[in-house]
């Protein structure tokens, strides 16, 4: 098992990977989900069901030190079989013992499967502060039509909070615009390097 650690924006992310010969693969599909079917008085139904279909690759390899080892993976829509020389590739995070498998590569046929929507999820900075204040401002703006609505505006003190008021909700707007940019753009940044990374690795 070969390793190789990236620092990304004081993230650490470690690549693991494997390469043997496959010794065995069985390709198994599953269905995962449920609902539920609901009967009305009407004589009417309405159902509430969610299913999806898994494809499961069972991988048997042999290393090059002659040691067997077993993969389950999911969704990679790959093809391989007996005598094959794949590689498997792993990605953990910060000092977690645990990983998503994110690559496979197979050497004899040059298939190439990268689960590029696991790295984007990885590697999505923090919404927070974006969520915040997209639900700040419409806050404020609805509070400034209860304010016009209401019809309270009889003192000039009323028409300074109700003028603070929309300047407040207008900048939030600003601000929840801008935040959308920077976290596209930090998003988006964070992948590309951490892909960039995954390239890089001689497998």
């Known amino acids: 098992m070969k390793e ?5 924006n004081n993230r650490n992310y470690k690549f693991q990977w494997l390469k043997g010969t496959v010794l065995e693969v069985k390709t198994l599909a599953k269905t995962v989900g449920g609902g539920t079917i609901y009967s009305h008085p009407n004589m009417s139904t309405s159902s509430d069901i969610n299913i999806s279909s898994i494809e499961q690759l069972d991988i048997f390899l042999d290393d090059e030190f002659g040691n067997e080892h077993a993969f389950k993976l999911e969704n990679f829509n790959f093809s391989c079989r007996k005598g094959h020389k794949i590689t498997i590739i792993k990605l953990l995070i910060n000092n977690s013992k645990s990983g998503s498998f994110i690559g496979l590569y197979n050497h004899n046929t040059r298939e190439h499967r990268i689960k590029d929507y696991l790295l984007k999820t990885i590697t ?19 509070l400034a039509f209860i304010y ?49 990374a995954y390239n890089a690795l001689n497998i």
């Not at 190789?4 to 990304?8: A, D, G």
């Not at 997209?134 to 703006?141: N, Q, S, T, V, W």
């Not at 505006?153 to 929840?176: A, M, N, P, Q």
Request: charged residues 20%; glycine residues 4%.
């Open 4 to 8: 190789k650690k990236v620092r990304i």
């Open 124 to 142: 999505r900075p923090s919404s927070a502060l974006f969520w915040l204040v997209g639900i700040f401002a419409p806050f404020l703006i609805g």
């Open 148 to 196: 016009l609505l209401a019809d309270v505006l009889r003192t000039e003190e009323d028409f300074i909070l109700l003028f603070s008021i929309i300047c407040t909700g207008f900048v939030s707007v600003l601000l929840w615009v801008l935040l959308i940019i920077m976290y596209q753009s930090r998003k988006s940044s964070r992948f590309k390097k951490l892909r960039n």
